[in-house]
C-alpha cells in the first residue's frame, strides 16, 4: 500500500476516500480536513479565543495538537469527575499534564468537581441516581461547568473532540426514536442563544475514530488507553459497533449518513419553526435554562443538600 501523493509505504488507508497514505501526509491531512470543516461551517477564526475541553483520550488530544498547529488560540479545560475513587479521572488529568508539558503554547486550566462543589460524579450519582450509571448526570455536570468557564474566562467557542463515529451512533440512536428535538439540535455548531452560553464547536466532525486515533499515535501523542469505566456496554459503544458493521460491507456509510443528515436539516427537514426556547436566568447560578428557578445544575445540588 503506498501513499497516493508521494509513493511512500502508506500508515493508512480510508476506505471511504479511496486514499492511503505515508506518515508525513497523513499529518498534513488531518489538519487540512480539519480546517475545512472549521471553515465550511464557520467554527471560529484566529481572532477567537477557543476553549478545548479535554478528557485525556486520543480525540480531545489530538484535537487541542491540530488547533495548536493551525495556530488558533486554543487553550484546554479538563474537568477532574472523581471516576473509580479518582482513579481513572487522575490518570485522564495525567494525560493532559504529560501533553502539555511538551508545548510551550498548551495552556489549560483544571476544575476538580468534588474540590470545586463537595462531591464526585459517582458520589452524586449515588445519592441522587439511586445507584443509576452516571452519564447523563456526568454530561450535565460537564455541560454546565464548560459553559461557566468559557463565559467567566471570556472565551467564543467550547470545541470538543466529537468524532464521526461519535455523532453517527447519537443520530442512528435520535433517528431510531425519531427524536426531533434532539435531531434539530445535532449540529457540527450550537450557536449562542444567550450570552452566557458560549457557541459549541466539534472540529473533527467529518474524521472516522480510527483517523483520530491513528493521528495521535503517528503523532506520538501519549492518551488514556482504557475507556471510562462507565462507557463500557454503553448504547452508544453498541450502535458504533453495528455502524462499524455496515461500514465494513460498505465502506463511506458512516459518512454518508450523516451528512445526508445534515443536508437534510439544512433543508428543514427537522426544524420546528415557532419552538424557539424561552431562557430564563437560574436564580442560583446566573446560567440560562428553560426551567423556572433554579438549572438542572443547582436543581442537582439542591437535592444533595436535601439529603
Ligand atoms: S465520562 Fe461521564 Fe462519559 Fe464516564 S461517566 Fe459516562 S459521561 S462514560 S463521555
Ligand atoms: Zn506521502
Ligand atoms: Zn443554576
Same mark, same amino acid.
Given at each position: 500500500m503506498k501513499?497516493?501523493? @508521494?509513493g511512500?509505504?502508506?500508515?493508512?488507508?480510508?476506505q471511504?476516500h479511496k486514499?492511503?497514505?505515508?506518515e508525513e501526509h497523513?499529518?498534513e491531512?488531518?489538519?487540512?480536513?480539519?480546517?475545512r470543516?472549521?471553515?465550511?461551517y464557520?467554527?471560529?477564526?484566529?481572532?477567537d479565543?477557543?476553549?478545548v475541553a479535554?478528557s485525556g483520550g486520543?480525540d480531545?488530544l489530538s484535537?487541542?495538537?491540530v488547533?495548536?498547529? %493551525?495556530?488558533?488560540?486554543?487553550e484546554g479545560? &479538563?474537568i &477532574?469527575?472523581?471516576?473509580?475513587?479518582?482513579?481513572?479521572?487522575?490518570?485522564?488529568l495525567e494525560?493532559?499534564?504529560?501533553?502539555?508539558?511538551?508545548?510551550?503554547e498548551a495552556k489549560?486550566?483544571v476544575?476538580?468537581?468534588k474540590?470545586?462543589?463537595g462531591?464526585?460524579v459517582?458520589?452524586?450519582?449515588?445519592?441522587?441516581?439511586?445507584?443509576?450509571?452516571?452519564?447523563?448526570?456526568?454530561?450535565?455536570?460537564?455541560?454546565h461547568i464548560?459553559n461557566?468557564v468559557?463565559?467567566e474566562?471570556?472565551?467564543?467557542a467550547?470545541?470538543?473532540? &466529537?468524532?464521526?463515529d461519535?455523532?453517527?451512533a447519537?443520530?442512528?440512536? =435520535?433517528t431510531l426514536?425519531?427524536?426531533?428535538?434532539?435531531?434539530? !439540535?445535532?449540529?457540527?455548531?450550537?450557536?449562542?442563544t &444567550?450570552p452566557?452560553?458560549?457557541?459549541?464547536?466539534?472540529?473533527f466532525i467529518?474524521?472516522y475514530? !480510527?483517523e483520530t486515533?491513528a493521528y495521535a499515535?503517528?503523532?506520538g501523542?501519549?492518551y488514556?488507553?482504557?475507556e @471510562?469505566?462507565?462507557?463500557?456496554?454503553?448504547t452508544t459503544?453498541?450502535?458504533?459497533g453495528? %455502524? =462499524?458493521q455496515l461500514?465494513?460491507?460498505?465502506?463511506g456509510t458512516? %459518512?454518508s449518513?450523516?451528512l445526508s443528515?445534515l443536508?437534510?436539516?439544512r433543508?428543514?427537514l427537522?426544524?420546528?419553526?415557532?419552538?424557539?426556547?424561552?431562557? =430564563?436566568?437560574?436564580?442560583?447560578?446566573g446560567?440560562?435554562?428553560?426551567?423556572?428557578?433554579?438549572c438542572?445544575?443547582c436543581?442537582l445540588?439542591?437535592?444533595?443538600?436535601?439529603r
Open positions: 501513499c497516493r501523493k @508521494c511512500a509505504v502508506a500508515v493508512i488507508k480510508m471511504q486514499l492511503a497514505l505515508c497523513f499529518l491531512w488531518i489538519p487540512e480536513q480539519t480546517e470543516a472549521i471553515k465550511k464557520k467554527m471560529f477564526g484566529p481572532e479565543r477557543i476553549l479535554v486520543k480531545s484535537l487541542w495538537d488547533l495548536l498547529r %493551525l495556530g488558533y488560540q486554543a479545560l &479538563h &477532574h469527575l472523581g471516576i473509580n475513587g479518582g482513579g481513572y479521572s487522575d490518570s485522564s494525560y493532559v499534564e504529560r501533553f502539555a508539558a511538551t508545548r510551550e489549560f486550566q476544575v476538580d468537581l474540590a470545586a462543589y462531591q464526585s459517582p458520589e452524586l450519582a449515588r445519592t441522587t441516581y439511586r445507584g443509576r450509571k452516571p452519564c447523563a448526570l456526568c454530561g450535565l455536570v460537564k455541560r464548560m461557566r468559557a463565559y474566562g471570556g472565551y467564543d467550547i470545541a470538543t473532540g &466529537h468524532n464521526l461519535d455523532e453517527a447519537v443520530l442512528m440512536q =435520535n426514536r425519531w427524536q426531533a428535538g434532539y435531531l434539530a !439540535r445535532q449540529a457540527p455548531v450550537l450557536p449562542s &444567550h452566557r452560553l458560549a457557541r459549541k464547536v466539534k472540529p467529518r474524521l475514530e !480510527r486515533a499515535i503517528v503523532r501523542i501519549d488514556i488507553y482504557d @471510562c469505566p462507565y462507557a463500557v456496554g454503553s459503544n453498541f450502535y458504533k453495528i %455502524l =462499524n461500514e465494513s460491507r460498505s465502506p458512516k %459518512l449518513f450523516y443528515f443536508q437534510a436539516r433543508e428543514g427537522f426544524s420546528r419553526p415557532g419552538e424557539a426556547l424561552e431562557l =430564563n436566568e437560574c436564580q442560583r447560578c446560567q440560562p435554562t428553560t426551567a423556572p428557578g433554579l438542572a445544575f436543581r445540588w439542591q437535592r444533595m443538600d436535601s
